[in-house]
């Protein structure tokens, strides 16, 4: 099994900084999520630990062995890793089994043992049965599932997902998301994922790490992410939830001269403050502001509502409220984000 070292990992494209500087752990068996906006340079990390780019600073160990450095390289095919492209990367002409048999071939495997393997990673993302099935009549679920045997078939302890849900539709990534879940609980390999959604990180990962700019902003648990973001970047990316500044005096927080429980370092005379639309409710004698707009989203109205200093938080109501409506809201929980 192998544990993944990135140390001051830094890649530059001519002037454009892709990843500055990024040092983190993959414990071995963890499953993790790379996470951020558009350019932050997930992908340029999973092809810097694949092998496929060369670092220009600080370097990358597989269990204690270096393989990639700004002077030396492990080439992709002697790193044991199995990566899944967005693109899947499937042979159009070649049957289901052809495909994940593929890289078995190239070894120069038996026939038998062949088959075995094939038909124990079909099962594996619950393709029993698909084989002699052309590729080209699969839908998008069943050719990302099959590009995932063709990576297990080879019984590697690594494997790179790039956004493997952002070519499904909803249902198909809910599926996708327990094949997943039940794929890493079986193998016990070490999986990290590139995704720009963050619910699909929270749900997946059981360690995430935001990066922004081509710098880590927070590496946790998804409940850590959510629950005590480090900064302003991952309390506007993970969750919904509203930033606004609250006053600190002795030691307590108060909002529009209400005090509020807050968890988090009280320092210096401004706190800004992350409230979630769960953690806030109308009371009556709570935190006035007025509604600025209501809309419906199934489990309820989101509701925003603006406070007297101009600052608006996101509430969910339970019936609609019309804009302009005075309204008083109490704080159940709150953040102080650091920085
Ligand atoms: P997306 O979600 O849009 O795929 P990303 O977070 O995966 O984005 P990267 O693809 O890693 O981001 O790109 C990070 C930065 O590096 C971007 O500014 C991108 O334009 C740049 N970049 C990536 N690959 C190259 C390349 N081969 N040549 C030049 N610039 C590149």
Redesign the pocket.
Request: with cysteine; proline share 5%; net charge neutral.
């Given at each position: 099994m192998t544990t993944i070292v990135l140390d001051t990992l830094t890649k530059r494209?001519?002037d454009?900084l892709?990843v500055n500087a990024a040092s983190f752990t993959l414990e071995t068996g963890s499953f993790t999520a790379l996470l951020?906006?558009?350019?932050?340079?997930?992908?340029?990390?999973l092809r810097l630990i694949a092998g496929f780019e060369q670092p220009s600073a600080g370097s990358i160990h597989f269990n204690g062995r270096q393989v990639g450095s700004p002077g030396a390289m492990v080439p992709p095919e002697r790193r044991s890793l199995g990566i899944v492209f967005q693109s899947y990367a499937l042979w159009p002409h070649m049957d289901v089994a052809s495909n994940v048999a593929y890289p078995l071939q190239a070894r120069g495997l038996g026939r038998a043992a062949i088959d075995e393997r094939v038909g124990a990673a079909l099962e594996m993302v619950s393709l029993a049965g698909f084989g002699q099935r052309s590729v080209d009549g699969l839908s998008g679920g069943q050719r990302q599932r099959v590009a995932l045997a063709r990576c297990l078939v080879t019984g590697t302890d690594i494997i790179l997902l790039d956004?493997p849900l952002a070519n499904l539709d909803v249902h198909l990534r809910a599926e996708m998301l327990d094949v997943f879940a039940r794929l890493h609980e079986k193998t016990g390999a070490t999986i990290v994922f590139?995704t720009?959604d963050q619910s699909e990180a929270l749900a997946l990962a059981d360690r995430v790490i935001v990066?922004d700019r081509?710098v880590v902003q927070q590496s946790g648990r998804p409940e850590q992410l959510y629950n005590e973001p480090a900064n302003a970047m991952v309390a506007g990316f993970v969750g919904r939830g509203m930033l606004v500044s609250a006053l600190v005096s002795d030691g307590r927080v108060t909002l529009a001269d209400r005090p509020v429980l807050v968890r988090g370092q009280v320092q210096g005379s401004k706190a800004a403050l992350l409230l979630r639309p769960e953690n806030l409710t109308l009371a009556d004698a709570g935190i006035p502001a007025a509604v600025v707009a209501a809309r419906y989203s199934g489990a309820g109205y989101d509701t925003i509502l603006q406070l007297a200093n101009g600052e608006q938080v996101l509430l969910t109501a339970r019936e609609r409220l019309e804009p302009g409506r005075p309204v008083h809201f109490a704080i159940e929980d709150a953040w102080i984000v650091p920085g």
């Open positions: 494209f001519g454009n892709a951020g906006p558009s350019g932050c340079g997930k992908t340029t990390i956004e590139v720009h990066l081509g």
